[in-house]
Nanobody
Framework: QVRLVESGGGPVQAGGPLKLPCTPGGFLKNTCAMGWYRQAPGKERELVSTIDNDNITWYADSVKDRFTIYPGNARLSVHLQMDSLEIEDTAAYFC??????????????WGQGTQVTVSP
């Protein structure tokens, strides 16, 4: 369900940076694994990056060395720094928090999404 708030998306030229912050809006009281995923029309939902309670990070091969995930205050928020953006990065980006409880979902909570559109 939508409980998180992400922002920072918008149009950007290829090669440029964007930073996407994600906050829980005050409802999240305990830390849990968090991450970002994206979805584009005609493509499978793709998990982009994750960070666990020990601050161990993971990145999809498609974004490795270009994106960086890092926690905010008390790990109750998370940020995604995107550099060297490519056309293929165009998608709606969603942050998520905590293990899923519904089949077919990646996280227990997620945001409304923020659109990133990369132009040539």
């Amino acid at each position: 369900q939508v409980r998180l708030v992400e922002s920072g998306g918008g149009p950007v030229q290829a090669g440029g940076p964007l930073k996407l912050p994600c906050t829980p809006g005050g409802f999240l009281k305990n830390t849990c694994a968090m991450g970002w995923y994206r979805q584009a029309p005609g493509k499978e939902r793709e998990l982009v990056s994750t960070i666990d309670n020990d601050n161990i990070t993971w990145y999809a091969d498609s974004v490795k060395d270009r994106f960086t995930i890092y926690p905010g205050n008390a790990r109750l928020s998370v940020h995604l720094q995107m550099d060297s953006l490519e056309i293929e990065d165009t998608a709606a980006y969603f942050c998520g928090a905590c293990p899923p409880v519904v089949e077919g979902t990646l996280y227990r909570w997620w945001g409304q999404g923020t659109q990133v559109t990369v132009s040539p």
